[in-house]
Nanobody, 123 residues
Framework: VQLQASGGGLVQPGGSLRLSCVSD??????IGWFRQAPGKEREVISC????????NYADSVKGRFTISRDGAKNTVYLQMNGLKPEDTAVYYC???????????????????WGQGTQVTVSS
């Protein structure tokens, strides 16, 4: 089971980035995007359910970020628009095998993790 996250980089405030999370084709219940800023806990910002592509977002990114899934390419995307300096973090994707009672789940709910990709928002 492998997840590969990519697409991070340096962008100016107000800019956009699209992150990709490629899996090796294994079945999962949902994939989530997390981020971790220096000195802060890892937080789940969005997730998408495999059965119906139902998405959920943290308030901090709602309206700016969009998660989507291309099953044929085994890829989940996170389109990030209107980036702010406070979005600077290492971003991770993770997959879970079963549903969580919480809308996006938490770190412990996810079974497989990709490596992080750095997103830096700065002028």
């Amino acid at each position: 089971v492998q997840l590969q996250a990519s697409g991070g980089g340096l962008v100016q405030p107000g800019g956009s980035l699209r992150l990709s999370c490629v899996s090796d084709g294994f079945s999962y219940q949902a994939i989530g995007w997390f981020r971790q800023a220096p000195g802060k806990e890892r937080e789940v910002i969005s997730c998408i359910r495999a059965s119906d592509d139902k998405a959920n977002y943290a308030d901090s990114v709602k309206g700016r970020f969009t998660i989507s899934r291309d099953g044929a390419k085994n890829t989940v995307y996170l389109q990030m628009n209107g980036l702010k300096p406070e979005d600077t973090a290492v971003y991770y994707c993770a997959a879970r095998n079963s549903a969580s009672p919480r809308p996006r789940g938490g770190v412990k709910d996810y079974d497989y993790w990709g490596q992080g990709t750095q997103v830096t928002v700065s002028s």
